[in-house]
Nanobody
Framework: QVQLVESGGGLVQAGGSLKLSCAAS????????MGWYRQAPGKQRELVAS???????NYADSVKGRFTISRGNANNTVYLQMNSLKPEDTAVYYC?????????????WGRGTQVTVSS
């Protein structure tokens, strides 16, 4: 099992910055990919950014050039630096991780942290 705990959300004005952190515990040695998803009211959850165990990253088009994802040295933390925030970035941000167990990819989710960007 893997447990994920997010921190760093809050209220910020448009153009400001926030940094989200996610700490993983449990069977972290076998984590493959970690990332961040977000869900705004009335919308589906969407991928924001992800990073795999080799450091390859993937970003949603809407955040490219503004957000940066990174992993800690111990491979059990992931960060999301968010700059130039816009009101449309307002959402609950969820940490995600996946790992293989008996050749089956299993997903894990944090409880989410609220990010609110005021105009």
């Amino acid at each position: 099992q893997v447990q994920l705990v997010e921190s760093g959300g809050g209220l910020v004005q448009a153009g400001g910055s926030l940094k989200l952190s996610c700490a993983a515990s449990g069977s972290t040695f076998s984590i493959n990919r970690m990332g961040w998803y977000r869900q705004a009211p009335g919308k589906q959850r969407e991928l924001v950014a992800s990073i795999n165990s080799r450091g390859s990253t993937n970003y949603a088009d809407s955040v490219k050039g503004r957000f940066t994802i990174s992993r800690g040295n111990a491979n059990n933390t992931v960060y999301l630096q968010m700059n130039s925030l816009k009101p449309e970035d307002t959402a609950v941000y969820y940490c995600h991780a996946d790992r293989y167990r008996n050749y089956v990819l299993i997903d894990y989710w944090g409880r989410g942290t609220q990010v609110t960007v005021s105009s």
